[in-house]
Every structure is written in structure tokens, then in C-alpha cells.
């Protein structure tokens, strides 16, 4: 609005006029009260611009890489303990025998065998369940009443007919030998020390069934072998720091050996 005003006022200093001295008092006058409205005018002004996300689905981001979920061994497909059998998010399928779930609920098998896929009603009416057998031809789930199948490093025999041949007698010479072994390793060399050991009494070392189903000496029937053996050891004596100084020096002779023989 200021403008036109300004280019009034200069325009009228071209045309010649009897009185030149107040035509210019007026224009610098006008020209003093339109400075700051020129300086405002002439001013870049600074424009913000449209706003615009620049992440997430406003640019149609693509959708993140597969994860590569589902079943990765079939029914009746071999797998060796470690093997991966179903990714999965969340239990869609529950570790049966023989399997074992992940902290992400991957189902792995934990025995050499083939996969099973299958329901238990009787366990649970509507979850599905992965399992590994050791035969081809077996199935799951078991029977109710049936003995569960384990993997424990035996051939399964049938035994012949009658008794094992005098059993107590045979353990018996089992803890002999180790008792035997035992003085020698501790360094008995002494005559009668051996004797000692040989002349142990077998009922002395008897075994009977024992927990886990095997046929073993107790524990403190073991720890009293050396005794009843006659073999002596040291009293060991914490305070004894040149003894642990010595056994600590064997130990590390003792593994160095063994490393050269493992680079070997």
C-alpha cells in the first residue's frame, strides 16, 4: 500500500516546479516513514513446507524377509539327535518322545530315529504332538500300559535259559580287581600290601540291586576298600602349600603332555 505512495512522490521530482526545494522536503519525508515497510517488504520470507512421513507404511514399505516356519523333516523321515523337525511361532505342535522344544518353540530330536507326527487323547484331547521312534515300522502314541522305549547303548538278547553262572561270585572279582588296581595306582609296591589286597573276603564285596537297576557295591562300601586293603595314604593338610605347590605342577605337566599328543 506503500508503493504506489513512494513512486507518487519520486515521480513528481521529474516534472520542473516553481518551488523544487519543498517538492524534495516532502519526498524525503515520505521517503523516511516508508523505510521500514520497504525493508519488511523486500525481506525473503521463509515457507514451511508440506509435511510428509518418511517411514513406515506411508511409503508402502515392503514387508520384512520370510521366516522360513513350518515342518522341516516329513513322517517317517530320518533325523539324528540336534536335527531341526518344525519351526514354528507359538505350540501349534508339543515335543512328544523323544523331541525337545527350543526357547522359540522349535521342536529338535533328541534321539536317532523317525519322525512321528500325531495326537495323544489320552495325554491331552486336542494338542498335536512330534515325536521320534527308533524303528521305522513303530508308532505313536504307545498303548496305555506300555513301557516306554529308551536308547541306552545295549543290543537287546534273549537270554538263555537258566542262571547267569554264579553272578555274586563273578562281582565279587570285579571289586577285587578294582581294589587291586587302586593300591597299585597309589603305589603299593609292598609285598604284603598286595597280599592284603588279594586276601579280601568276597563277602565282603557283595553287590545287590541298587537304585537305577544295576547290580553295584554301595558307596561306602567302596569308600572303605582302601581300608579294609590295608593301603595308607597322607593325611592331607590344607596349610601343606609346598604339596599343593607340587600337585599343581604335575597337573600342568600332565595336560602340556597331553596337548603335544593331541598336535601330533
Known sequence: MLQPRINTSLRTLSYPSSTPTSLLAVALTRLTLATPAL?????????????????????KAAPGPGKRL??????????VPGNIIFRQRGTHWFPGENCGMGRDHTIFA????????????????????????????????????ECRRRRVGMDVRVMEN??????????AERGQG??????????????????AVQ?????????????????????????RSA?????????YNPKDRFLAWRK??????????????RRK
Open 39 to 59: 525493508a519488511a517488504a523486500n525481506h525473503p520470507r521463509h515457507t514451511r513446507p508440506a509435511s510428509h512421513a518418511s517411514q513406515g507404511r506411508a511409503n
Open 70 to 79: 513350518g515342518a522341516k523333516k516329513a513322517d517317517s523321515e530320518l533325523v
Open 110 to 145: 533328541l534321539e536317532r530315529g523317525f519322525v512321528r507326527y500325531y495326537r495323544d487323547p489320552e495325554k491331552h484331547p486336542k494338542r498335536k504332538y512330534i515325536g521320534v521312534v527308533f524303528e521305522r515300522g513303530w508308532g505313536l502314541p504307545r498303548a496305555r500300559g
Open 162 to 171: 537258566g542262571e547267569p553262572a554264579d553272578r555274586a561270585s563273578l562281582e
Open 178 to 195: 578294582e581294589i587291586l588296581e587302586m593300591a597299585v595306582r597309589k603305589g603299593a609296591t609292598d609285598d604284603k600290601r598286595m597280599a
Open 199 to 223: 586276601a579280601v573276603p568276597m563277602e565282603q564285596t557283595a553287590v545287590t540291586l541298587r537304585k537305577g537297576y544295576m547290580y553295584r557295591e554301595s558307596n561306602w562300601s567302596i569308600g
Open 227 to 235: 581300608e579294609r586293603a590295608g593301603v595308607k595314604v597322607r593325611v
Open 248 to 261: 599343581t605342577n604335575i597337573r600342568k605337566a600332565r595336560n602340556a603332555e597331553r596337548r603335544g599328543l
